[in-house]
């Protein structure tokens, strides 16, 4: 073998593992990320089924309601609705009305189901993904809570 042919194919197999390695690394962080979405967002670009996004938006006003350990509960953003559910103990700031952020997967027949739902800080805080996304729909103005 000469000593050109050596020396290219050292290039190749370098070229190849760091391929590999660059492959391994974006699969790895394709898996640790959780994109939000809002229900105009999936309306408009479904998620991938049995994905894990975060879903957020306002509880929508007198759809709450327990069944036992679930809770089922309408998220809005004021254009759209999702109807979710949350199998668990939820936040002492989960209320109709206020701003909420949770996470899990979108069933096939359109509900989402929550693994974890997250509505911390006081009843005036809004998830800063929640009041961009319902300013960026004309629905909020800053200074004013969610009624």
């Not at 000593?3 to 391994?24: P, Q, T, Y």
């Amino acid at each position: 073998m000469k000593r050109k042919h050596r020396r290219l194919m050292v290039v190749a197999v370098s070229l190849g593992l760091l391929g590999s390695a660059a492959a391994l690394v974006l699969n790895a962080v394709e898996d640790s990320l959780v994109f939000f979405y809002t229900p105009s967002d999936l309306a408009e670009r479904p998620a991938p089924p049995a994905n894990l996004f975060r879903l957020g938006g306002l509880v929508e006003e007198g759809s709450v309601r327990t069944e036992g350990a679930t809770t089922h509960f309408v998220v809005t953003d004021l254009n759209r609705t999702i109807p979710a559910s949350y199998t668990g103990v939820l936040p002492d700031l989960f209320r109709e009305g206020q701003g909420v952020v949770a996470e899990g997967t979108l069933g096939p027949d359109g509900r989402f189901t929550a693994s974890e739902v997250l509505a911390k800080h006081d009843e005036t805080y809004m998830p800063k993904e929640v009041a961009d996304a319902l300013r960026e729909s004309g629905q909020w103005r800053d200074g004013e809570a969610a009624q």
